[in-house]
């Protein structure tokens, strides 16, 4: 089983909609979490820090749930430009920056 | 600023050869980290500096990958022998002290024939 799970998708959504990513990890000491971006032939980049509060960031809110050890991210309003690959990353304790990445979804937003 | 640099961006090179990856991390960036990704396996770290010293080379495939950090303003990757199945994406990203957040160079797309 890998540390860190994702629904690959596709997903295929209009502009305007709001779409949901889920992400579960295995290790019950990460303690660092996660959403980065990559767009096709890119490099990855940070898109947010995920906090056990929860988190806003514009269009974007992340969610952790510790007990379930989960993670979502949830995109309103999808812009075409949003079409990309979303990476949910851990660092477990004494990880000592040591991210690990999920396989990624693709998110493919059309007009 | 500049980010990450890598070099090449694309190398195609004959089984047996050995290939450099080059990478220069951000200025006064304390860790450097090298990753691999492909289709099969996604991102995978293969090795991490912390003041040009490594730490973790754990996720290092094989003797046939090694990793080098002269100075604080370098790192190189070699692979030799490269073999078809070393075909990949590999990123260099850098990160400041007391910062959980990487930043990633462009990548040097590889492919072994």
């Known amino acids: 089983r890998k540390e860190v799970e994702q629904d690959p998708g596709p997903f295929n959504v209009p502009e305007g909609a709001t779409v949901a990513f889920n992400c579960t990890y295995s290790n019950s000491a990460s303690q660092s979490f996660f959403w980065y971006r990559q767009d096709c032939r890119k490099e990855p980049k940070l898109l947010m820090s995920?906090?056990?509060s929860g988190n806003e960031d514009g269009r974007f809110t992340a969610q952790l749930n510790r007990a379930s050890q989960y993670i979502s991210l949830l995109i309103r309003d999808s812009k075409l430009s949003d079409s990309a690959t979303y990476l949910c990353?851990?660092?477990?304790?004494?990880?000592?920056?040591?991210?690990?990445f999920g396989a990624g979804t693709r998110l493919a937003v059309h007009p | 600023d500049a980010g990450v640099i890598q070099s090449p961006r694309h190398e195609v090179t004959e089984m047996g050869q050995e290939v450099t990856l080059r990478c220069k991390p951000i200025s006064g960036h304390d860790y450097l980290f090298w990753y691999r990704q492909t289709m099969m396996r996604g991102l995978e770290l293969l090795i991490y500096f912390n003041n040009n010293v490594p730490i973790d080379d754990s996720g290092m495939p094989e003797d046939r990958f090694s990793a080098k950090m002269p100075n604080a303003s370098f790192s190189t990757l070699k692979i030799q022998p490269s073999e078809p199945r070393d075909s990949a994406v590999y990123f260099c990203a850098s990160s400041p002290g007391g910062s959980e957040t990487q930043y990633f160079g462009p990548g040097t797309r590889l492919l072994v024939l």
């Open positions: 995920v906090y056990s």
């Open positions: 990353v851990v660092i477990h304790s004494g990880g000592y920056n040591k991210l690990i």
